[in-house]
Every structure is written in structure tokens, then in C-alpha cells.
T-cell receptor, first 109, second 116 residues
Framework: GQNIDQPTEMTATEGAIVQINCTYQ??????LFWYQQHAGEAPTFLSY??LDGLEEKGRFSSFLSRSKGYSYLLLKELQMKDSASYLC??????????WGAGTKLIIKP | GAVVSQHPSWVICKSGTSVKIECRSL??????MFWYRQFPKQSLMLMAT?????????EQGVEKDKFLINHASLTLSTLTVTSAHPEDSSFYIC????????????FGPGTRLTVL
């Protein structure tokens, strides 16, 4: 079956750095997305990786290793507004988007 | 660009009534639209995938006769919850996709449905 694993919850301190991991086992791979979702709101796009390596966008970076079925989202200089759920999603060989359960990130002052 | 709207943003209805939710891509044509449901503190659950001009593909366990999906144009899809019951109360989110090869989904703001 297809599976995406990410931690259920993480806690970090304002101003610090946090890395959210995502591992996947899917039938084929056509890209990996990270979305941010605040409580009661719809997801918003953060990043997209289809080739191995690191993609940097401001305070957020996303890394992909296709051979390991692994990605991480790195958030730097954490702010209170970064408290949200972070969803990892993989496009499989049928171009279906397979969603992880999300990681709830709690930022403490 | 790539804005998706949903209407209504919230709705309260009586048990047994039907509710229609609209999803529109405002500034692009969406060949495919998706409908999700999300219960509190749970992840997104894909309900169905709809392609313009064809029947929707429902996920396992989703009753197609209860959740009617119409994708009549490249910018509009509707979800009708028929004979709603309290257990249908949830956050319904639509998304739209332009390009299958890229597969980014642009999400609407969601509709919170409460069935009394």
C-alpha cells in the first residue's frame, strides 16, 4: 500500500530552527509537496520538490532524497505565527496526490 | 494568481435537508477539482476527484448518492450533501489543479457545515 509518515506533533521555541521529516512509500513518484494549514483554514502551498536536493525559500527550506523516500521541511527563525500543521504530500505514478496525516507544530515563546 | 473560492464559507442546516457547496477557480481553468473533508484535529480526507464534463471518481467509503458532485465547467464544481445528518458536520475543502504533470493543488478557503 501507499504510505506517508510524519511525526504527529512537534514543539519548538520561538527564534529556533525545526526540521519536520517525511518518509514515503508510494507506487511511483512525481513530486513532493509541503503545505501549511492553520487551524480552521485550508492548506496553503509551501514548497515542491521533484529532484534531489534542497530548495530554499526565505525562512523555509525543503529537502528531498528520492532514493531514500525521504523529505524534510526546515523552518528557521521560528515565529509564533508558524504554529500550524504541516502536511507532506506525494504525487504517485497515477498522478494521485497522497497525503500524510500532518505534523502539528507548536511554537513556545 | 491561482485563486479558488468556495461558497458558502459556513452553513448551518437542519437534519434531512440538502446543502450545495460551490467551488470556483477564479483566474484559471481547472481540468480537475478535488473535494476533501476534514474532521477536527484530523488530516484531509479525499472524497472525490472530478474532471470537467465527466463523472466524479469517489474514494472508497464515500457514498456517491449522498455526496453529489457536478463539474459542469472548467471553473466550477459543486458538491451537494443530500439528506444531511449531524455526522456530516465537517469542514469541506475543494481544490483545483491546472496541470497534472505538476499536480499542485490550489485550495479554496473551505466550508464549515453544521447539521443540527
Amino acid at each position: 500500500g501507499q504510505n506517508i509518515d510524519q511525526p504527529t506533533e512537534m514543539t519548538a521555541t520561538e527564534g529556533a530552527i525545526v526540521q519536520i521529516n517525511c518518509t514515503y512509500q508510494t507506487s511511483g513518484f512525481n513530486g513532493l509537496f509541503w503545505y501549511q494549514q492553520h487551524a480552521g483554514e485550508a492548506p496553503t502551498f509551501l514548497s515542491y520538490n521533484v529532484l534531489d536536493g534542497l530548495e530554499e525559500k526565505g525562512r523555509f527550506s525543503s529537502f528531498l532524497s528520492r532514493s531514500k523516500g525521504y523529505s524534510y521541511l526546515l523552518l528557521k527563525e521560528l515565529q509564533m505565527k508558524d504554529s500550524a500543521s504541516y502536511l507532506c504530500a506525494v504525487t504517485d505514478s497515477n498522478y494521485q496526490l497522497i497525503w500524510g496525516a500532518g505534523t502539528k507544530l507548536i511554537i513556545k515563546p | 494568481g491561482a485563486v479558488v473560492s468556495q461558497h458558502p464559507s459556513w452553513v448551518i442546516c437542519k437534519s434531512g435537508t440538502s446543502v450545495k457547496i460551490e467551488c470556483r477557480s477564479l483566474d484559471f481553468q481547472a481540468t480537475t477539482m478535488f473535494w476533501y473533508r476534514q474532521f477536527p484535529k484530523q488530516s484531509l480526507m479525499l472524497m472525490a476527484t472530478s474532471n470537467e464534463g465527466s463523472k466524479a471518481t469517489y474514494e472508497q467509503g464515500v457514498e456517491k448518492d449522498k455526496f453529489l458532485i457536478n463539474h459542469a465547467s472548467l471553473t466550477l464544481s459543486t458538491l451537494t450533501v443530500t439528506s444531511a445528518h449531524p455526522e456530516d458536520s465537517s469542514f469541506y475543502i475543494c481544490s483545483a489543479r491546472v496541470d497534472r504533470d505538476y499536480n499542485e493543488q490550489f485550495f479554496g478557503p473551505g466550508t464549515r457545515l453544521t447539521v443540527l
